[in-house]
């Protein structure tokens, strides 16, 4: 799947595991591959005429113009993705804000564990939370860790 970040057409040789997958939607879905037969897997060496035919069919022919289009597609899309506000970008921000609010969670149960037994150092070692967080957190009513 990395390679549609790349932008170029692909000749796909799945050999194991999630490369069978990989090489159904490359060619199959997002249109900018080439599929060569899988080898070993079927009890044969794979000829250079194959491989030769499978490389230039990627790249030249009437379908590798609509390939490389393709290519180009999935290319830009990625790049959108990961760009600053992006999906991807949001994604993992939206990761974090949610690791973060429920690190908060837990010190604040146990600030609320600590300040019911007396136990004042685990309600100090919070502001390590706090400072992650990046910004003060009220971890249980009348406690705050700034």
Known sequence: MESLTSGMPVVAFPQ???????AKFLVD?????????RGEHED?????DEVERCLREATAG??????KKN????????EDAVADGGSSDRNIQAFVDEVKKRSLEIAAAAAAAAEASGNATIADKLEVVATIADKPAVVAPGISVN
Do not use: N
Not at 29 to 37: D, H, K, P, W, Y
């Open 71 to 78: 290519a180009l597609k999935w290319k830009k899309a990625a």
């Open 44 to 48: 044969k060496v794979i000829p250079r």
């Open 29 to 37: 879905v997002f249109g900018t591959g080439v599929r060569m037969c």
């Open 16 to 22: 194991w595991g999630d490369q069978v997958t990989d």
């Open 62 to 67: 009437p379908k590798a113009e609509e390939r």
